[in-house]
C-alpha cells in the first residue's frame, strides 16, 4: 500500500502562536485543545480535502540556520498576489528576498519564528 503524508510536524518555541499564525495565513482553523507546548490544524474532523495535517510542537532548542524544508504557497485565488504578501505581514511574518529564477517568480518570507516559506506569484517575467 502506498505512503501518504499524514502531517507535516513543526518545532517551535510556542506552538499555539505560531498555530495561529499558519491557521490564519492559510484560513485553516487551528484544533481544539491547542496550547503553548502542541497545537494542530487540520487533524480529524477539522480536516480540509487533501491538505496534510499541520502538527506545532514545542521545543527547548532555537531554531538554526536555514530551514531543509519549506512550505510553497500559492496566491491562485488573489488578482494581486502582492496584497497577500502584505496580509502575511500584518499576521506576523518578515520579507526576505524577491526571486525570479527556474521560470517563476517567488517571494522568500518568515513565519514569527523564522521559518522561511516562499509565496510563489506566477510564472517569471523576462
Known amino acids: 500500500m502506498p505512503l501518504s503524508i499524514a502531517q507535516i510536524v513543526i518545532d517551535c518555541a510556542d506552538a499555539q502562536k505560531l498555530a495561529a499564525f499558519w491557521a490564519e495565513a492559510l484560513d485553516r482553523p487551528v484544533d481544539p485543545g491547542a496550547g503553548p507546548e502542541f497545537a494542530t490544524i487540520g487533524h480529524g474532523a477539522a480536516s480540509t480535502g487533501n491538505a496534510p495535517a499541520l ?9 538554526r540556520g536555514k530551514n531543509r524544508l519549506h512550505f510553497d504557497l500559492a496566491a491562485r485565488q488573489v488578482p494581486d498576489w502582492r496584497s497577500e504578501v502584505d496580509r502575511l505581514l500584518t499576521l506576523g511574518a518578515t520579507r526576505v528576498d524577491e ?8 517571494i522568500t518570507m ?3 519564528e523564522g521559518n522561511e ?3 510563489g506569484a506566477g510564472a517569471a517575467t523576462s
Do not use: S, T, Y
Open 117 to 119: 516559506f516562499d509565496l
Open 55 to 63: 502538527m506545532f510542537i514545542a521545543v527547548p532548542e532555537p531554531k
Open 99 to 106: 526571486h525570479q529564477a527556474f521560470g517563476w517568480h517567488w
Open 110 to 112: 518568515r513565519d514569527p
